[in-house]
């Protein structure tokens, strides 16, 4: 594993609309590492950990096998994206893009190479 947050907030960020990223403990809510502005990570953080947790717990028994790939949370003016890290356990990623200038299943996309780019 090659974890790097700097690298994978930057992919995050390249996507057209991201106003900003971070790298967030799942335990703590605890902003790791972030990247742009325009959302104050360190007091969104806390909650979208706790939304995590309990989703996960909800899901747990039914996708023992699969697990949460995303969560999308859809504002009026913004997407808001949790994507948990398989390695290490217990880091989600979060990203914040302008709706009106990102394509959802591009930011989505650029989630999913940042993390798969960490677990290489």
Do not use: K, W
Request: aromatic share 4%.
């Amino acid at each position: 594993m090659n974890l790097n947050p700097e690298t994978l907030l930057g992919t995050l960020m390249q996507t057209e609309g991201a106003l900003c990223a971070g790298l967030i403990d799942a335990a703590s809510g605890m902003v790791l590492e972030c990247a742009g502005d325009g959302v104050d990570l360190d007091l969104a953080a806390p909650g979208c950990a706790e939304l995590l947790q309990a989703a996960l717990r909800t899901m747990a028994p039914h996708c023992a096998n699969d697990g949460i790939e995303d969560i999308v949370i859809s504002l009026p003016q913004q997407y808001h994206l949790l994507r948990p890290m398989p390695n290490p356990q217990g880091l989600f990623l979060y990203g914040v893009f302008d709706r009106q200038r990102t394509n959802l299943a591009l930011a989505r996309r650029s989630a999913q190479t940042a993390q798969q780019s960490a677990a290489a």
